[in-house]
């Protein structure tokens, strides 16, 4: 059965942050024990769809309260880091250059 393509079972989600958040995020990392900074997001997105989307949400025990004004306060933020999609640069050659 070559050529089978595998079923993608995941979708990337990529985010970038600076360097002195990335900074934070590794002390945070250390401090209270976790693997790595993923392990970090994965935990964010988490806590977040349980606060938004509570529907889907299969655990039985409730959100604390914290947790959901610490969304809530966040959605009404401004946006905190700005980045510039980088733009290709328009090459000046002909085809007909040589």
């Not at 990335?22 to 988490?46: C, D, M, P, T, W």
């Not at 529907?55 to 700005?82: C, G, L, R």
């Amino acid at each position: 059965m070559r050529g089978k393509k595998k079923k993608i079972l995941t979708k990337k989600v990529y985010s970038r942050v600076t360097p002195e958040t990335y900074q934070r995020l590794n002390a945070i990392k250390a401090k209270y024990g976790f693997n790595s900074v993923y392990e970090i997001i994965q935990s964010l997105i988490h806590c977040f769809l349980r606060v938004a989307d509570p529907a889907s949400d299969t655990q039985t025990e409730p959100i604390p309260y914290d947790i959901e004004m610490m969304f809530e306060e966040m959605s009404e933020a401004e946006k905190h880091v700005e980045f510039e999609k980088p733009k290709r640069k328009i090459s000046n050659k002909s085809v007909n250059d040589e």
